[in-house]
């Protein structure tokens, strides 16, 4: 597949059917993300996967809303910046961002749990701070979102070419 077709066709899946993913396919959608450019160079991003249900089962409460779909995954990967790195946000984005390629080009789906800044279900306690808990990451590690993966139980039609916001582009 084109590049042009595969970002035409990802689409965000939140509907799994429960069949696990391989490891050769972790390893890979992982792969892509170690690859993936960061500022300066510095790939100070770290990565936690779980395809324990208990843990994806805690991961899926740990917002009021938006991360309940995180239950159906076969497995969630919780990207992470490293320390002493200003850019961390973006090169997470970025990272996050290619393993979604890496997932579609596999005929996997996945959808991206916004984790940074959020509020948790527990009064008074992050939803970054929930991550850590369940997933035993350190503290000195930020967490940007998670990504939760699967075999899609849905289809999802491409994106369509005149939908495209071709006037929120200037041309200069």
């Known amino acids: 597949m084109e590049f042009k077709d595969l970002v035409q066709k990802r689409r965000s899946h939140r509907k799994f059917t429960g069949e696990a993913v391989s490891q050769e396919d972790i390893r890979l959608i992982l792969r892509a993300a170690l690859m993936a450019p960061t500022g300066k160079g510095l790939r100070k991003w770290h990565f936690a996967v779980t395809t324990d249900r208990q843990k994806i089962e805690a991961l899926s409460e740990i917002r009021p809303s938006g991360s309940q779909f995180v239950a159906g995954a076969a497995a969630v990967i919780a990207v992470m910046g490293g320390e002493d790195n200003e850019l961390w946000v973006e090169d997470c984005s970025i990272a996050a961002t290619v393993m979604q390629f890496q997932i579609e080009d596999l005929g996997l789906g996945s959808c991206w749990c916004h984790v940074k800044g959020r509020q948790s279900t527990v ?37 369509q070419e005149e939908a495209l916001l071709w006037d929120h582009v200037e041309f200069l």
């Open 123 to 159: 009064e008074g306690v992050s939803a970054e701070d929930r991550v850590r808990e369940i997933l035993h990451t350190p503290t000195s590690f930020p967490i940007l979102c998670l990504i939760a993966l699967g075999h899609p139980c849905d289809e999802r039609k491409p994106q």
